[in-house]
């Protein structure tokens, strides 16, 4: 018979005040101390019996006593896996009697529209609820609440959540929420009240959230939400600022809603004030003796409306400038002196470049697969060097244009308990850099089209890129095998080698009885001379055969006429590229130059053919980029022979002049086959549009393009009136599988047998 002491059961809820009262009361427990004999527990059906002993302190043979029993109790209490537990003494053994609490066997959702429930699933993890945890109340009706406040901020102010906990065998619970959503509150109405200069139309334009749009069903930009009524007014506060208006302020917001919780009114009272002009623009404090170089970054002019943007950029430039000579914590702060009565502002620009500072060490974060050395090789700040801001932002856009990384930051940090050391953290996100693409496609003109490649720009994290290709449709049949080590040698001298099988038959061509089949391959090098420019030189060999006899275009019967059915060549190559974008991938700034000469000065087809191209990309908003592209090819015959066919330009289609059928420009045979031509000319124009919804995401955009262009025989003359031009609008996506564009587009300048194509798409093309 247990007898000689009992410790009462404790909840949670009342433990630290029983504790507290045993303790006061002293003698309350009534267990004088002994010597313990053993331990037993009962109750448990799951817990291990291991987890209780680990956390009682005390062990067989130890002295026992009140102390001791208390601390027992707060800590299997703590562990949160028991409901109740009560201590008893029977004659020196110490019987541990818990009540476990019910684990969750499942957790499911009923009328769950509006939230992905997997991602619910998660977050509620964070509280304390998931599948396997022990199951608490309070935690439950927190995990309720939280849901509740998630669906405010979809706009859905009726959602009502109530859960359910059904009790299943061996203490365990399913804990079930169910949802009734109802319907989204619509912002009904926006008003602002006190604007002068401008109209509420205008001003209402400027905002994501509007009270009837045309694509509210798609961005939802009629619901509610706090941070995005916070963006609005801040877009709102930089229009007036920009404007002159210095004085400018929001006085008030008002958000109401309708008592069936349906309609939304927003209210917004601002304050104009008057427009301001700059009068004079002046700088003050230390610029290092070189007042007059900073001078020229000044972009506030004298004379024209205050413009924060201006002043904004001014001092963004100027804390640039002075990174550039090691000051990396520079502080300038623009004091405006207002004179009211003639709406006028004189601007001081102070400066402070506080200590100079050398960079202690570079850290590399959130490579997992990328070596380190591929991403520190493209860093021209160094570790033990003066902090220099214009090589550490050369240096951050060069790890971005590897391609490699979707995400690529530099933040610099002081390091702790140095005055003239700062450490520089390059944090990246990687993106998938290969695929393995294997396909099969049917068409008209292919039939049945078998293709795989294997692709991979970062292989096993080296930097290297190893490609290989195989196409099998009946136009164009592939096998290419490629590497490129970017990094040949430690001073940057890439290496690239092709090898590769090919066999062509033309486009349009009629009976398909011929074909040019070209085995080779070749080697190119890559010099770096500056940050910017790299030089190619490049050599190859190439056997080309015109095989068959039956509809074999009459500039291939020519061609052959004069070399026979098997020609070979070895083209040099050698070129010139400049960089400056600030992306490979989805550049918003920027150019990029490309000259490339190629030379078939040994064999039998005696030629040259150069190729340029010229690239700008030019942000017009934060959001709204303008990218402009033009390509001019030319080839010619050596040595009085005739340009060789299977050299030919070709456009028409993606990467040239869009709605046209791909390949289809220029000169068509006789027998209506599409040759190309020794000449090609294309102007490409877009215009980059953020995907509603999606913020400012580069890697899904919309644009509207414009192309010219066309392809020129040797006989025919290059004149404007012979230009084809396009105009539509298109979708890029960075997809996993590379670079992908699909387009629409109208001819706007055509002419009668020309082929058109208004819907087209491909991958791997970036213009």
Do not use: C, H
Request: aromatic share 10%; hydrophobic share 35%.
């Amino acid at each position: 018979m247990r007898s000689s002491s009992r410790l009462s059961s404790f909840r949670p809820s009342v433990l630290s005040l029983a504790l507290a009262a045993a303790l006061q009361a002293g003698t309350a427990w009534a267990v004088d101390p002994f010597q313990l004999k053993d331990i037993r527990v009962e109750g448990l059906q799951r817990t291990d019996a291991g987890t209780v002993f680990a956390s009682l302190p005390f062990r067989i043979g130890d002295t026992y006593n009140d102390e001791k029993g208390a601390a027992a109790l707060r800590a299997l209490f703590a562990t949160g896996l028991f409901k109740d537990v009560r201590l008893e003494v029977d004659d020196g053994v110490v019987i541990v009697i818990v009540e476990e609490r019910a684990v969750i066997a499942n957790i499911d959702f009923r009328g769950l529209k509006e939230f992905d429930k997997d991602t619910l699933v998660k977050s509620l993890k964070d509280f304390g609820i998931g599948e396997g945890l022990p199951f608490d109340k309070a935690l439950a009706d927190r995990a309720e609440q939280e849901l509740k406040r998630q669906y405010l901020t979809r706009s859905l102010y009726g959602a009502e959540v109530v859960t359910t906990v059904t009790p299943q065998e061996r203490n365990r619970v399913n804990v079930t929420f169910t949802i009734t959503e109802g319907t989204a509150a619509r912002i009904s109405e926006i008003r602002i009240v006190g604007n002068q200069a401008f109209s509420e139309s205008t001003l209402k334009g400027l905002f994501d959230l509007n009270d009837g749009g045309w694509l509210n069903w798609y961005t939802k930009a009629d619901r509610y939400s706090r941070t995005k009524l916070n963006a609005d007014l801040e877009t709102l506060r930089a229009y007036y600022l920009n404007r002159g208006y210095l004085e400018f302020n929001v006085e008030s917001t008002q958000v109401a809603i309708s008592p069936d919780k349906q309609d939304i009114t927003i209210t917004i009272n601002v304050k104009e004030g008057q427009p301001y002009t700059v009068t004079a623009v002046k700088l003050e404090g230390d610029y290092l003796g070189k007042e007059e170089d900073f001078k020229t970054l000044v972009t506030i002019k004298p004379g024209q409306p205050y413009r924060a943007e201006a002043v904004a950029d001014t001092t963004k430039a100027f804390v640039e400038r002075f990174g550039t000579f090691g000051y990396a914590f520079a502080k300038i702060d623009a004091r405006p002196e207002i004179d009211r009565a003639n709406g006028q502002v004189q601007l001081t620009l102070f400066a402070e470049p506080q200590r100079r500072v050398y960079v202690r060490r570079i850290n590399v974060a959130g490579n997992s697969r990328t070596r380190d050395e591929v991403i520190r090789r493209e860093f021209r700040q160094f570790e033990s060097s003066w902090y220099d801001g214009r090589k550490i932002k050369l240096s951050r856009d060069r790890v971005d244009r590897l391609g490699y990384f979707s995400e690529v930051n530099v933040e610099t940090n002081e390091v702790p308990g140095s005055m003239d050391q700062v450490d520089l953290t390059l944090s990246i996100k990687e993106k998938p850099t290969g695929n393995l693409l294997i396909g099969a496609g049917f068409s008209s003109a292919d039939k049945l089209s078998l293709t795989a490649s294997i692709k991979q720009d970062n292989v096993f994290g080296s930097g290297n890129y190893l490609g290989i290709e195989l196409n099998t449709s009946r136009s164009q049949r592939t096998l290419v095998l490629s590497t490129v080590d970017p990094y040949f040698t430690i001073d940057g001298i890439s290496r690239a080698i092709d090898v590769y099988y090919r066999t062509v038959k033309p486009l349009n061509s009629q009976g398909e009885q011929y074909e040019l089949v070209t085995p080779g391959a070749s080697i190119r090098f890559g010099v770096p001379f500056s940050e910017l420019d790299t030089v190619f030189f490049g050599a190859g060999y190439e056997r080309t055969e015109i095989r068959g006899d039956v509809a074999l275009p009459q500039n291939y019967f020519n061609y052959r006429e004069i070399f026979g059915k098997v020609s070979s060549t070895v083209p040099l190559t050698i070129g010139w590229t400049r960089d400056g974008r600030d992306s490979a991938l989805v550049p918003t700034a920027g150019r990029y130059q490309r000259l490339n000469l190629e030379a078939g000065l040994l064999g039998d087809a005696r030629y040259w053919r150069a190729n340029a191209q010229f690239q700008q990309y030019i942000p017009i908003t934060r959001r709204f980029t303008l990218g402009v592209n033009a390509e001019f090819g030319w080839g010619k015959g050596l040595n009085g022979k005739p340009y060789p066919i299977f050299k030919n330009f070709y456009g028409g289609g993606l990467g040239t002049v869009r709605a046209f059928d791909q390949g289809s420009l220029g000169p068509v045979d006789v027998i209506g086959a599409y040759i190309g031509g020794n000449r090609r000319l294309n102007i490409n124009s877009e215009l980059y549009l953020p995907i509603p919804g999606t913020g400012n995401d580069r890697t899904l955009r919309w644009f509207g393009y414009l192309d010219v262009g066309n392809v020129w025989g040797e006989n025919d003359k290059l004149t404007a009136q012979s230009l084809r031009a396009s105009a539509g609008l298109g979708l890029s996506w960075i997809s996993p599988v590379g670079p992908l564009k699909l387009s629409y587009g109208t001819p706007i300048r055509k002419q009668p047998g020309d082929r058109i194509q208004r819907l087209q798409f491909q991958i791997g093309t970036a213009f």
